[in-house]
């Protein structure tokens, strides 16, 4: 056996070379002896979307491009090729667009072709002082196998005690759980397991959360996919946004720099402005906390506009002695600079 056996040097080179940031590899069933379709979709850094194949006949010819989406403005962190989906997720607060994939005889096919399906966020912020857990053990997904419905896990804030589950394809709610005594949820992970040999029996699926006490629970994920014509329609409500945005103190990225800890969690505003993309502005019944009432008192608002008014009623960060300024000749600059104004391009 040679070396170029088992090397290939260059598989496909994109067309506008711009660095590939997530691949994601389908293999269609075997339809003939010459072996399997390989379809492999992957993301740029210029935000594009590309699906190349490789036919059994043509393996010495490399792949061949087969379609191209230009949809994010951002890079793609996330992509999956699925037999009925195409996902991909960029780094714009989590931004997913989905296309559904058409198939003939197990292979992609161009008649008519993928077309667009969905397009919603994953809103998850993070800590600004970094203490907001492992980033490792809060990968939002997609899980699932990939001819079945895969699955995006949703926290929203750090210490956050409530996951919400949704399907990757549409971003519909599959069902929400929270910790039984309240602890923020800390890692969680998705379990499919194989069903036993009994007739009538079927492949289980399970949600797995650990939470900040040490204590780890295990979900039923399978039932509550069977009841998706119960759930939400949608993602989360504004009112459900709010009151996960409560648990944390919420601090802009330009006052968190060089202050000092909080005692509450404070999370960065770097992606609030996507949550009015992906919510139903719908009313929950009840007294709302004094920022909501103070806006709604007002006339509404935008939901930006009301996560503003939360983080400008919240106490001040509490900063470091600042040092006498030096006495400096003409007009100078201000002693302290004046607060941004918070908009949605400064999130």
């Known amino acids: 056996m040679k070396d170029n056996d088992l090397l290939v040097s260059e598989l496909y080179r994109d067309p506008a070379e711009d660095g590939v940031t997530a691949l994601s590899v389908y293999l269609t069933p075997k339809t003939s002896d010459s072996g399997n379709w390989i379809e492999i979709a992957y993301g740029t850094s210029s935000g594009g979307v590309r699906v190349i194949v490789q036919h059994p006949e043509t393996v010495g010819s490399g792949p061949q491009l087969f379609q191209t989406f230009t949809v994010h403005r951002s890079p793609v962190t996330k992509i999956m090729l699925s037999e009925k989906h195409l996902i991909s997720v960029c780094a714009d607060n989590n931004h997913v667009r989905t296309w559904s994939v058409t198939r003939f005889r197990g292979m992609i096919s161009t008649q008519p072709g993928s077309t667009p399906l969905a397009s919603f966020k994953i809103l998850a912020l993070e800590s600004a002082d970094g203490h907001g857990g492992c980033s490792a053990g809060n990968d939002i997904g997609p899980y699932g196998e990939r001819d079945d419905q895969q699955v995006f896990i949703q926290k929203v ?26 602890s923020p949820t800390t890692a969680f992970t998705v379990l499919e397991c194989e069903g036993s040999r009994r007739l009538g029996s079927r492949p289980r699926r399970y949600l797995l959360t650990g939470q900040a006490n040490g204590s780890l ?11 998706l014509g119960q759930a939400s329609a949608g993602g989360l409500t504004e009112e459900e946004l709010m009151e996960q945005l409560e648990q944390c ?11 000092l800890p909080s005692p509450s ?33 007002r006339g509404g608002g935008s939901f930006v506009e009301r996560c503003q008014e939360l983080v400008r009623s919240g106490p001040e960060p509490r900063r470091p002695p600042t040092p006498a300024p030096r006495p400096s ?17 400064s999130f």
Do not use: I, Y
């Not at 210490?159 to 990757?168: E, G, K, P, T, W």
């Not at 007009?331 to 391009?345: D, I, Q, Y």
């Open 217 to 227: 629970a295990m979900w039923d994920l399978t039932t509550a996919m069977d009841g």
């Open 265 to 297: 969690p404070r999370t960065s505003l770097t992606s609030l402005h996507s949550a009015s993309s992906n919510t139903s502005l719908s009313g929950r019944h009840g007294s709302p906390s004094p920022p909501q009432a103070e806006v709604r008192r």
């Open 329 to 345: 000749a003409g007009l100078g600059a201000p002693l302290t600079p004046p607060k941004m104004k918070l908009n949605e391009t």
């Open 157 to 182: 804030v750090p210490s956050a005690s409530q996951l919400f589950v949704r399907l990757s394809s549409t971003g519909q709610r599959v069902c929400s759980v929270r910790s039984v005594d309240g």
């Open 249 to 259: 103190e919420l601090a802009p990225l330009a006052s968190s720099r060089g202050s």
